[in-house]
Structures are given as structure tokens and as C-alpha cells.
T-cell receptor, first 113, second 112 residues
Framework: KAGVTQTPRYLIKTRGQQVTLSCSPI?????VSWYQQTPGQGLQFLFE???????NKGNFPGRFSGRQFSNSRSEMNVSTLELGDSALYLC????????????FGPGTRLTVT | GDSVVQTEGQVLPSEGDSLIVNCSYE??????LFWYVQYPGEGPQLHLK?????DKGRNKGFEAMYRKETTSFHLEKDSVQESDSAVYFC???????????FGPGTRLSVLP
């Protein structure tokens, strides 16, 4: 079974621009979560989507948004990029049932200059 | 809100040493507990899990016991190998949600 895929793997953007990252979950998984990973803050939860609805949201500004499509694929968008948004953005998928484990993709490395 | 703390920074055992990486959590509910491992250039991958109190997760010689009375889930191994070198994250999720909370990570570097 194919794992979680994320595109692109690497991205360089300039301050003020916006960016869209894509995630394809494992087949049959209906939940997709997004995390930001930085050396200083570790793994921080951004949001979770289940059946096209945002089910949970972390403590990030409104510049960070996401959506999920009917085939469970998900995108996240960051508008008005800041230098501090440079990070590894990880997507994780799961069946979405209570207490179940998540499976992570390799991440998208975003660098903001 | 929920939180997870674990052994900070880096641990540097020699090959064949025993290992304990501490993990403690705070929550008002009934979480599932996990250890994830992350190798360079990859996303975290599930290492072991325990779904309820007194469960023991096991994988590749590692063990962790879900102790509700001490709110802990320490990762242990009798004899570490160089190939165990990676970053380990302790995490919890609530029984009725998918919001994972991760600890800060512990870098395990096993010396040959």
C-alpha cells in the first residue's frame, strides 16, 4: 500500500508571498492532519480534516488554512509568508477513528527568504 | 490543555548500554500513548503504542508501559544498537479525537 505523499518536497518563497502544499493520504484514510516542525518549537499541530470538514485546529494565525477534498487529499495554504514560517510541514493520515495512530509523509521543506 | 514532556536534548549511550527515555504526560481525559521515531530526511513513523492503562507497547526490543498512576510512558531498551540512533517523540491522542500532542523529542545517538 502506498504511503502518504507530499508535494512539493522542497520550496523556496519570498516574504509576503503565499504557498500551497499538497498531501495525498494512504488509501482508505479519511483523516488528514498537518504539523509544523521547527528545531525550536518541535512538532506543532496545525489542523485536522475529516471527511472534508475541519475537526480540530491548533493555535496558529489565520494565515494558515487548509481544506480537504472528497477523495481525502488535502492542501494547506499559508498567505503573506514570514521568515518564521520556514519549517518542515508534515502531513499525517489515519482512518480517523478514536485514538488511532497517524502515518506521516516525508514533509515539505519550506524556506522563506 | 494536554501536554507531554520527555527527556530533553540528546542522549549518548554506547552500543550495548541499557536505555531509558522518560516521558510524562498531563491530561484530564483517557489518552492513547505513542512513541514515534524520526530518521533524517523522513517524517516520524510509529514506533510503538499503548491504548490504555497497563498496556505495554513493544517494537524491535524497545518497550514502554502505560502507567496511569504516574502518568508516564517511558521508553526502555536493554541493549541499544547504533542503528537505533534517531529522534524519538512521545505523543498522546485522546480517545475521542485526533489531535496529537507531541513531546519535544529526544535525540538518541548510540556510540559504536
Amino acid at each position: 500500500k502506498a504511503g502518504v505523499t507530499q508535494t512539493p518536497r522542497y520550496l523556496i518563497k519570498t516574504r509576503g508571498q503565499q504557498v500551497t502544499l499538497s498531501c495525498s493520504p494512504i488509501s482508505g484514510h479519511r483523516s488528514v492532519s498537518w504539523y509544523q516542525q521547527t528545531p525550536g518549537q518541535g512538532l506543532q499541530f496545525l489542523f485536522e480534516y475529516f471527511s472534508e470538514t475541519q475537526r480540530n485546529k491548533g493555535n496558529f494565525p489565520g494565515r494558515f488554512s487548509g481544506r480537504q477534498f472528497s477523495n481525502s487529499r488535502s492542501e494547506m495554504n499559508v498567505s503573506t509568508l514570514e521568515l518564521g514560517d520556514s519549517a518542515l510541514y508534515l502531513c499525517a493520515s489515519s482512518f480517523g477513528t478514536s485514538g488511532g495512530e497517524q502515518y506521516f509523509g516525508p514533509g515539505t521543506r519550506l524556506t522563506v527568504t | 490543555g494536554d501536554s507531554v514532556v520527555q527527556t530533553e536534548g540528546q542522549v549518548l549511550p554506547s552500543e550495548g548500554d541499557s536505555l531509558i527515555v522518560n516521558c510524562s504526560y498531563e491530561t484530564t481525559q483517557y489518552p492513547s500513548l505513542f512513541w514515534y521515531v524520526q530518521y533524517p530526511g523522513e517524517g516520524p513513523q510509529l514506533h510503538l503504542k499503548a491504548m490504555k492503562a497497563n498496556d505495554k507497547g513493544r517494537n524491535k526490543g524497545f518497550e514502554a508501559m502505560y502507567r496511569k498512576e504516574t502518568t508516564s510512558f517511558h521508553l526502555e531498551k536493554d541493549s541499544v544498537q547504533e542503528s537505533d540512533s534517531a529522534v524519538y517523540f512521545c505523543a498522546l491522542t485522546q480517545t475521542y479525537g485526533q489531535n496529537f500532542v507531541f513531546g519535544p523529542g529526544t535525540r538518541l545517538s548510540v556510540l559504536p
